[in-house]
């Protein structure tokens, strides 16, 4: 019996000596990835560091195999490998049983309980910024997206126990921190290492919010207080094989690297729904009409969340049409088996979750925000692998419900006190850096009168 051989796995045009396609990345990251599953099929090779093979795999069922069936025996790759050496190592980081260790180590902060702790403290910190938004102003919503979320960071994570100048130095770099991972990771390494301005900010930024973490937790560790915060409960942590805490250089790298990964994460999201909301009238109003009916005039609580369909609905699609991750890697440590390739030790393998979402073989009229396209088993319909919101397998995002109560709380508080217009003709396009994000997305606040509202 003859055994077929595979076609070869064809490789991008366009490769450079030493840059290898870093141009068409910094470029238009995006449309160049989109552009990979039209003329190339669910593998493709590109060079993103010279002398080391990227496959980015872009079939769903190869993706759910990459993920789930051969997660234990790979390698996190490139992306991750750059976040450790720019952030520290992390339970987001590490590999292997490393990370088993580390998320056994973080598990309790991420908890039924513990999210519903949070609660009050995300409402409030989002009824900060409404109180802040004046109407008639013109507001770049995606940075005061970025305060929210870095202000929620703040108190879950420090219990507002930071003094206001300490925060807005803690903002401001955290802001160039996220900025320079998502740069750096798409550069060669020797980019890195130029002694230019922009490597020299980020440096600085880096060490200004770990000695701001450091400082925190030294005055912490004197108050001899539980203040029922993240740096708390890492304080209490123990490793489950040596039995001994936590270092002070690991915590400060689980804290940072959570910082970059989840503001910019949140904030991104979270502008898009109001994107979303302000471009679909019949949309916002069937989320106004949800609020009033469920909350009934009160502040939405914990126990909410789940009684809110539509809100999720919205969140959902927004998860699917404007998917913040761009490139998640994974690295094969021996000869692996992908389907019908068997693909070399160190091989780099990618994959989009921008590109899978807006997928047509996927997703009827992708381009289309439509919540209503995930009623009943929608999902469970779809192909494995075809949508991915948290990642899959054992490196799923450990903070997935932390961040979707974080987003179903600021835009039920928001969108309730306040609406956003946007300008006649005004184009928003996404840009990948850290994450996918508006480039620019400028909004005019209005007052919204609710139904409950007497008059």
């Known amino acids: 019996m003859t055994v077929a051989t595979p076609p070869p796995i064809p490789r991008a045009a366009g490769s450079l000596p030493l840059l290898g396609h870093a141009i ?12 990979l599953r039209e003329t190339y ?36 790759g490139r992306f991750f490998e750059k976040m450790g050496q720019l952030l520290g190592d992390s339970v987001v980081t590490a590999a292997g049983q490393e990370h088993v260790r580390k998320r056994r180590q973080l598990q309790p902060a991420f908890t039924h309980t513990e999210i519903a702790r949070y609660v009050d403290t995300m409402r409030d910190e989002a009824e900060a910024v409404v109180s802040r938004l004046r109407p008639g102003e013109v507001v770049d919503v995606r940075e005061t997206m970025v305060e929210l979320s870095l202000d929620m960071l703040a108190r879950t994570v420090f219990s507002g126990s930071l003094d206001k100048e300490t925060f807005l130095r803690l903002r401001s770099a955290l802001s160039v921190v996220m900025n320079g991972v998502g740069a750096r990771v798409m550069l060669p390494d020797w980019a890195e290492r130029l002694p230019v301005p922009f490597n020299r900010r980020f ?5 200004a919010v770990r000695a701001t973490i450091h400082d925190a937790l030294d005055t912490l560790r004197t108050s001899g207080h539980d203040t029922g915060d993240m740096l708390s409960m890492l304080l209490r942590a123990r490793d489950e094989e040596t039995g001994e805490p936590l270092g002070d250089d690991q915590i400060c790298s689980e804290i ?30 069937r989320v106004q009409a949800e609020l ?6 009160r502040p939405v609580t914990f126990d909410d969340i789940m009684r809110l369909p539509y809100l999720n609905r919205v969140v959902t699609e927004t998860l699917r049409l404007h998917h913040t991750g761009w ?18 030790a160190g091989t780099e393998l ?11 073989e996927l997703f009827t009229d992708p381009l289309a925000f439509d919540p209503d396209r995930w009623l009943g088993d929608a999902q469970a319909r779809l192909p494995a692998g075809a949508f991915l ?3 899959a397998g054992r490196h799923k995002c450990i903070g997935d419900r932390f961040a979707l109560t974080e987003l179903l709380t600021a835009i039920a508080t928001i969108t309730r006190e306040v609406r956003f217009t946007l300008a006649p003709g005004q184009s928003v396009r996404p840009v990948a850096r850290a994450t996918v994000r508006p480039r620019t997305l400028l909004m005019t606040v209005a007052p919204r009168r609710r139904p409950e509202d007497p008059g």
């Open 24 to 35: 068409q990345l910094m470029r238009d990251n995006l449309g160049f990835i989109a552009a």
């Open 41 to 76: 099929g669910p593998v493709v090779e590109i060079t993103l560091q010279p002398g080391t093979r990227t496959l980015v795999v872009q079939d769903p069922a190869l993706i759910r195999t990459m993920l789930v069936d051969l997660g234990p025996s790979l390698d996190k």
């Open 203 to 207: 440096d600085e930024a880096r060490a």
């Open 256 to 285: 940072l690297t959570l910082a970059v990964a989840g503001t910019e994460t949140t904030a991104s999201v979270l502008s898009w729904v109001l994107y979303e909301l302000a471009r679909d009238p019949a949309v916002e109003d």
């Open 292 to 297: 009033a009916d469920v909350l009934e005039g």
């Open 327 to 344: 490139l998640v890697t994974r690295r094969t440590v021996t000869d692996t088996r992908l389907g019908e390739w068997t693909v070399p």
């Open 350 to 360: 990618a994959y989009c979750q921008h590109a899978l979402h807006r997928d047509p």
């Open 389 to 391: 919101p948290f990642g």
